[in-house]
């Protein structure tokens, strides 16, 4: 029982570098199949692809290590899938309007739609405030090393 605890607090210890080999694992391989051309798109095309990864990754690595998701970790994952996810759109020529002129464009509905988010998430922080989960301590004691 003990060495099991060890050994999980080991991997609570890297688990930057169990994300970090795991991106550029599989990061790497991807780059290696459209050079050898597997898929019909160029790097340049599918590069969101590899933020898309990257978000998943440190998803999976957190959920792997930790036994739970936890806030701390669930933003950025959040955030790098829905970049990767817009910048794919736009790479692959989903849309034939350029990202410049989109941002261009609605640049300021883009700040209405954060400060509305950002509103609501005060809200809800407010009336739920007991569950909300960023108002708990997210560390587990076996953390604090």
Same mark, same amino acid.
């Given at each position: 029982?003990?060495?099991?605890?060890? &050994?999980? =607090?080991? #991997?609570?210890?890297?688990?930057?570098? !169990? =994300?970090? +080999?795991?991106?550029?694992?599989?990061?790497?391989?991807?780059?290696?199949?459209?050079?050898?051309?597997?898929?019909?798109?160029? !790097?340049?095309?599918?590069?969101?692809?590899?933020?898309?990864?990257? +978000?998943?990754?440190? %998803?999976? =690595? *957190? #959920? %792997?290590?930790?036994?739970?998701?936890? &806030?701390?970790? @669930?933003?950025?994952?959040?955030?790098?899938?829905? @970049? +990767?996810?817009? %910048? @794919?759109?736009?790479? &692959?020529?989903?849309?034939?309007?350029?990202?410049?002129?989109?941002?261009?464009?609605?640049?300021?509905?883009?700040?209405?739609?954060?400060?509305?988010? @950002? !509103?609501?998430?005060?809200?809800?922080?407010?009336?739920?405030?007991?569950?909300?989960?960023?108002?708990? *301590?997210? &560390?587990?004691?076996? *953390?604090?090393?």
């Amino acid at each position: 029982m003990s060495e099991n605890k060890d &050994t999980l =607090a080991v #991997l609570r210890k890297q688990s930057f570098f !169990l =994300a970090m +080999g795991l991106i550029l694992l599989v990061d790497g391989a991807l780059a290696c199949m459209v050079k050898a051309d597997f898929f019909p798109f160029t !790097l340049s095309q599918i590069w969101p692809v590899f933020v898309i990864i990257a +978000g998943l990754i440190v %998803f999976g =690595a *957190d #959920l %792997f290590i930790f036994r739970r998701i936890r &806030t701390s970790f @669930l933003f950025p994952s959040v955030m790098l899938v829905i @970049l +990767g996810s817009g %910048f @794919l759109v736009f790479s &692959t020529d989903l849309f034939h309007v350029s990202f410049r002129k989109i941002v261009s464009v609605f640049w300021p509905v883009v700040l209405i739609v954060f400060g509305i988010f @950002l !509103l609501a998430v005060y809200e809800i922080q407010r009336i739920n405030y007991k569950k909300f989960p960023y108002m708990q *301590d997210d &560390t587990l004691e076996e *953390d604090n090393y």
